[in-house]
């Protein structure tokens, strides 16, 4: 199979799974009564009560066929329009992409962080037995035991410095104002330490595969510069090693992200999901479930195209 047509048929297949996820969850909303109506007639009198509903029935789609409703709920999340949470009284854009943006801050310079910390101390690890070795070896495992809960209370504890109390977000003031920027450091520290252990370990794994080669062997008996034989070790490793970074990274996504801004108070995506799900806002529940679903597939498509084009021969299997 060709580079192109191995690509056309991962599309495919990404672009398929997402409208399964999209149709099946249209059908679950179907089948489940909807709560948000009761919401909106609460305290209401009678007569008031049947024109809210009436309004929200029309606003909903409700009194048109089921093709038609799936149409327009097809076209709403195309145009990603998630509706409206009646729980907080806002549009779910509106929640959702002020958290998102602030979740990046912090998630995009700690993945790049641990992807690099990553890479670099699994060949130091794989590469050197001295002591650049040990120690990048001793931080993959102690990095990678310790949770990232308590990971996050020390470093907000210790970014407090002389203050005595732990590092807050402050919702009062924007992300680069009094304290935040500090939260965020501490964010981006707790992300890259436990996501690069993680990494390094599965880094110095498959180098060292790659480094026990005879070819690598000769390298080293003709005195190849380090740099050449890194070089040489790195693109044979960087197949398998894309597959598994892009593993740890969608953990991270699923589960570090609620960990770390549960601990240090961050009103980003985890928070703002957590929050949804205490009060039962349906509305946003929904809507960050799709995101993170679809998250995970579109990766898992960036992650083999990635992957083909660092090695053009996994795509003819």
């Known amino acids: 199979m060709s580079r192109r047509a191995f690509l056309v048929r991962r599309i495919g297949w990404a672009v398929f799974v997402a409208w399964v996820v999209i149709t099946g969850m249209f059908l679950a909303l179907v089948a489940a009564p909807d709560h948000n109506l009761s919401i909106l007639q609460y305290g209401l009198p009678a007569d008031e009560a049947r024109r809210v509903a009436e309004q929200y029935r029309e606003r909903m789609h409700y009194d048109e066929p089921l093709l038609r409703r799936y149409a327009h709920w097809m076209w709403e999340l195309g145009t990603f329009q998630f509706g409206r949470s009646y729980v907080q009284g806002r549009p779910v854009n509106a929640i959702l992409a002020p958290a998102l943006r602030l979740t990046l801050l912090y998630l995009v310079p700690g993945v790049a962080l641990a992807s690099l910390a990553g890479v670099l101390g699994g060949l130091a690890a794989s590469l050197w037995r001295g002591t650049v070795g040990r120690v990048a070896s001793a931080f993959g495992h102690l990095g990678a035991a ?19 109390a732990i590092a807050r977000w402050n919702p009062d003031v924007g992300a680069f104002a009094g304290s935040n920027p500090t939260v965020l450091a501490v964010a981006v520290g707790v992300v890259a330490t436990t996501l690069g252990a993680t990494l390094l370990q599965y880094a110095a794994a498959e180098t060292d595969s790659v480094a026990g080669t005879p070819f690598v062997k000769r390298l080293r008996a003709n005195g190849a510069p380090p740099r050449r034989i890194a070089a040489h070790v790195l693109r044979n490793a960087a197949p398998p090693l894309v597959a598994l970074f892009s593993i740890r990274v969608l953990a991270v996504l699923l589960l570090g992200v609620y960990l770390v801004e549960a601990a240090l108070g961050i009103p980003g995506f985890g928070e703002v999901t957590l929050t949804a799900i205490r009060d039962r806002d349906i509305a946003v529940v929904l809507a960050a479930t799709l995101i993170t679903t679809l998250l995970g597939v579109f990766g898992t498509l960036v992650e083999d195209v990635v992957t083909v084009t660092i090695d053009p021969r996994s795509g003819s299997e």
Request: no cysteine; net charge negative.
């Open 146 to 164: 310790f949770p990232a809960f308590l990971l996050a209370e020390a470093l907000a504890l210790l970014a407090a410095g002389e203050a005595g």
